[in-house]
């Protein structure tokens, strides 16, 4: 069975500019979460979609969103790129409950110059 | 909000020993879930083991075991019989029963020696 999909692995941006990552999840699952990771913070989370509605927000500005389709493919959209930035982007699925963990994406790489 | 910790930095093992990776977590909620994941060098986080707050008995998943000490706020994974495969970063997390949100420690870089 297909994995979460990330496009694209790699990116990279100029400041200022603002980029649009996808996330097809696992075929069944409702729930698509997104992660920034960095050397700095860590994983953080960002955001979570079920059935096409935001459930829950990590503490990031404005600048970042998201959007979940009707086929649960989830989008994260970053305007004003800022050096800050340039992260691993990790996108996970799951089913409904806890007890399944999230499986995750591969990631998108983005590098901000 | 939840706060895990990992305190090990780095770890070594000898191939085909056992290690433990160290996990405490501070909540205030009643249920919660934790989890280990495992993240090689190509970035995919790989999920190994869950332990439900609610649950007596140790998880056990193949090789991997989680060593859950409630009172202590402890989750410790062991794997056993390290390989050679089994070098990456490894995370510890948790979330509430109420959401999928993870807090994720700062991770432990675990190197297994031939």
């Known amino acids: 069975k297909a994995g979460v999909t990330q496009t694209p692995r790699y990116l990279i941006k100029t400041r200022g500019q603002q980029v649009t990552l996808s996330c097809s999840p696992i075929?069944?699952?409702?729930?698509v979460s997104w992660y920034q990771q960095t050397p700095g913070q860590g994983l953080q989370f960002l955001f979570e979609?079920?059935?096409?509605?935001?459930?829950n927000k990590g503490n990031f500005p404005g600048r970042f969103s998201g959007r979940q389709f009707s086929n649960s493919r989830s989008e994260m959209n970053v305007s004003t790129l800022e050096l800050g930035d340039s992260a691993l982007y990790l996108c996970?699925?799951?089913?409904?409950?806890?007890?399944?963990?999230?499986?995750f994406g591969s990631g998108t790489r983005l590098t901000v110059v | 909000a939840q706060k895990i910790t990992q305190t090990q930095p780095g770890m070594f093992v000898q191939e085909k020993e056992a290690v433990t990776l160290d996990c405490t977590y501070d909540?205030?909620?009643?249920?919660?879930?934790l989890f280990w994941y495992k993240q090689p060098s190509s970035g995919e986080m790989i999920f190994l083991i869950y332990?439900?707050?609610?649950?007596?008995q140790n998880a056990t998943e193949g090789r991997y075991s989680l060593n859950f000490q409630k009172a202590r706020k402890s989750a410790n994974l062991v794997i056993s019989a390290s390989q050679l495969g089994d070098s990456a970063m490894y995370f510890c997390?948790?979330?509430?029963?109420?959401?999928?949100?993870?807090?994720f420690g700062t991770g432990t870089s675990l190197t297994v020696i031939p």
């Open positions: 996970a699925s799951s089913l409904v409950g806890r007890q399944y963990g999230y499986t």
């Open positions: 075929s069944g699952h409702r729930s």
């Open positions: 979609y079920f059935s096409e509605t935001q459930r």
């Open positions: 909540t205030s909620d009643q249920s919660y879930g």
């Open positions: 332990q439900g707050s609610y649950d007596e």
């Open positions: 997390a948790a979330n509430q029963n109420t959401g999928n949100q993870f807090y």
